[in-house]
């Protein structure tokens, strides 16, 4: 069993940055993947990147290479999400989620789901 408890959300100016962190509670976190998911109003959730469990591999969505990083602190069990160079078209509440599947990809079941935080980027 694994829970996932988002943070780091808020209101930012379009061009800032923020950083969520997700932490993560189970003894075998280490073991799962992980990944950002986000939901804007009126639209479906979308993937936006994952880590796998070993940091071997990483995936990002086309509409954040280069500007998101999804990292992981398994001494501390948090997973973080820096999010540069925001965009209006970036505001939404962002979920973590983990998978103890392997390999996870971004189409993967992903058994575990944080609450979410809001993300909001003013223009």
């Known amino acids: 069993q694994v829970r996932l408890l988002e943070s780091g959300g808020g209101l930012v100016q379009a061009g800032g940055s923020l950083r969520l962190s997700c932490a993560a509670s189970g003894r075998t976190f280490i073991s799962y993947s992980t990944a950002w998911f986000r939901q804007a109003p009126g639209k479906e959730r979308e993937f936006v990147a994952l880590?796998?469990?070993?940091?071997?591999?990483?995936d990002y969505a086309d509409y954040v290479q280069g500007r998101f990083t999804i990292s992981r602190d398994n001494a501390q069990n948090l997973v973080y999400l820096q999010m540069n160079s925001l965009t209006p078209e970036d505001t939404a509440v962002y979920s973590c989620?983990?998978?103890?599947?392997?390999?996870?990809?971004?189409?993967?079941?992903?058994?575990?789901w944080g609450q979410g935080t809001q993300v909001t980027v003013s223009s």
């Open positions: 880590r796998s469990w070993s940091g071997s591999s990483t």
């Open positions: 989620a983990a998978t103890y599947y392997h390999p996870a990809t971004r189409s993967s079941t992903w058994a575990y």
